[in-house]
């Protein structure tokens, strides 16, 4: 059975930085593409970043270019998200999503996390 879990979230500051990690268990980790997203209150999920399964290739969505890192380490079957300079406007629950192949281009999303919240105050 496939476990998807994230961890890192909480209330920050506006202008800090927050870490996210999401480990995943139940398959062979390095196969695959990973990515985060988030949902805002009342708002739609949204793609925030994906990664490859061998690190080299990674992607961003336009609203956090140039303030987020993502990476993984296939040795710890653990994907990070490392986010600088938090807004407001980053508050969310943040999701982890295992794709279907090893290239987030190439397919879908086959499993999902149940997500942690980041709240940025101001």
């Known amino acids: 059975q496939v476990q998807v879990a994230e961890s890192g979230g909480g209330l920050v500051q506006v202008g800090d930085s927050v870490r996210l990690s999401c480990v995943a268990s139940g398959l062979t980790f390095s196969r695959y593409a990973m990515g985060w997203f988030r949902q805002a209150p009342g708002k739609e999920r949204e793609f925030v970043a994906a990664i490859t399964w061998n690190g080299v290739s990674w992607k961003y969505g336009d609203s956090v270019k140039g303030r987020c890192t993502i990476s993984r380490d296939n040795g710890k079957n653990t994907m990070y998200l490392q986010m600088y300079n938090v807004q407001p406007e980053d508050t969310a629950v943040y999701y982890c999503?295992?794709?279907?192949?090893?290239?987030?281009?190439?397919?879908?999303?086959?499993?999902w996390g149940k997500g942690t919240l980041v709240a940025v105050a101001s």
């Open positions: 999503a295992i794709y279907s192949g090893g290239y987030y281009y190439d397919g879908g999303m086959q499993h």
